[in-house]
T-cell receptor, first 115, second 117 residues
Framework: AQKITQTQPGMFVQEKEAVTLDCTYD???????LFWYKQPSSGEMIFLIY??????QNATEGRYSLNFQKARKSANLVISASQLGDSAMYFC????????????FGQGTRLTINP | ETGVTQTPRHLVMGMTNKKSLKCEQH?????MYWYKQSAKKPLELMFV???????ENNSVPSRFSPECPNSSHLFLHLHTLQPEDSALYLC????????????????FGPGTRLTVL
């Protein structure tokens, strides 16, 4: 069975600092995908970044990058130059393979950016 | 409207009521999903529809009844719910699986905050 673990229930960071949100996963599947979503207080889940298990390079999307360490089964999200608008819940999720649709989510990390 | 919309945004109902949640996607996707997000629990997948056909039911109690009349609309019919069913219900859509370079990421609506009294 697949499992996602996010060990940081909450994090507080000063504006403009970089922040790393931890995510570890457990799977026996050779092919899988990892996602990060942001959930503001308004409720909708916003897709941020994707990493495929066979991707050779770490994914990057603007200020977001994914520190993918396959041997350690970790997929940490790094947000550079944090902004007040980054305050939200952040969820790490896994999908078995390109052909699968079921996403398994972690419990989330609440990030608060202080001015 | 763009993206995924959900109505109502908030719903309070008694245990004997019957109500329905509506989801509509304007992204041309063919897969739609219902998720339940309870306090202090990970997001849980409830149902998956592909091309209007239900392809996954994640052991959801029968008091939740989904309906997908077309690829753009998804409903969740609720009847005789329990207080523990109070949660945020999120709808999502995506392209159907396929394509080696495709993320097929899911796009979510804003959710319906349900309270069962």
């Amino acid at each position: 069975a697949q499992k996602i673990t996010q060990t940081q229930p909450g994090m507080f960071v000063q504006e403009k600092e970089a922040v790393t949100l931890d995510c570890t996963y457990d799977t026996s599947d050779p092919s899988y995908g990892l996602f990060w979503y942001k959930q503001p207080s308004s409720g909708e889940m916003i897709f941020l970044i994707y990493q495929g298990s066979y991707d050779q390079q770490n994914a990057t999307e603007g200020r977001y990058s994914l520190n993918f360490q396959k041997a350690r089964k970790s997929a940490n999200l790094v947000i550079s130059a944090s902004q007040l608008g980054d305050s939200a819940m952040y969820f790490c999720a896994m999908r078995r393979s390109q052909g699968a649709q079921k996403l398994v989510f972690g419990q989330g990390t609440r990030l608060t950016i202080n001015p | 409207e763009t993206g995924v919309t959900q109505t109502p945004r908030h719903l309070v109902m008694g245990m004997t009521n019957k109500k329905s949640l509506k989801c509509e996607q304007h992204l041309g996707h063919n897969a739609m999903y219902w998720y339940k997000q309870s306090a202090k629990k990970p997001l849980e997948l409830m149902f998956v529809y592909n091309f209007k056909e239900q392809t996954e039911n994640n052991s959801v109690p029968s008091r939740f009844s989904p309906e997908c009349p077309n690829s753009s609309h998804l409903f969740l019919h609720l009847h005789t719910l329990q207080p523990e069913d109070s949660a945020l219900y999120l709808c999502a859509s995506s392209r159907t699986s396929g394509g080696s370079s495709s993320y097929n990421e899911q796009f979510f609506g804003p959710g319906t905050r349900l309270t069962v009294l």
